[in-house]
């Protein structure tokens, strides 16, 4: 059973960066094909995809938050991280971290439960 948690401060000024941590346990980020990302629910809003980090550490991200967002990993803890710069009011959202069964693809099979993030000074 693979299981997804995310960590990050809950309370972030605006232009700061957000950082968030995903520790994945019951399976390795490495194994072939899956696909690890982060997406967000701002309040009365859907689902937005932000970004992914593919098996072999080859990213993709939204277009709309492409020049704000990166996403890295340490596979040495089992990890992998965003970061979004120059936060706004209007990056509150509850953020979360999911297994892709392959990158693009759409396909979430694990998920984290989600953590609060807030922006505001």
């Known amino acids: 059973q693979v299981q997804l948690q995310e960590s990050g401060p809950g309370l972030v000024k605006p232009s700061q960066t957000l950082s968030l941590t995903c520790t994945v346990s019951?399976?390795?980020?490495?194994?072939?094909?899956?696909?690890w990302s982060w997406i967000r629910q701002p309040p009365g809003k859907g689902l937005e995809w932000m970004g992914v980090?593919?098996?072999?550490?080859?990213?993709y991200y939204s277009p709309s938050l492409k020049s704000r967002t990166s996403i890295s990993r340490d596979t040495s803890k089992n990890q992998f991280s965003l970061q979004l710069s120059s936060v706004t009011p209007e990056d509150t959202a509850v953020y979360y971290c999911?297994?892709?069964?392959?990158?693009?693809?759409?396909?979430?099979?694990?998920w984290g439960q989600g953590t609060q993030v807030t922006v505001s000074s």
């Open positions: 999911a297994r892709e069964l392959a990158p693009l693809t759409e396909k979430y099979d694990y």
């Open positions: 019951g399976g390795s980020i490495t194994t072939s094909y899956y696909a």
């Open positions: 980090i593919a098996y072999d550490g080859s990213t």
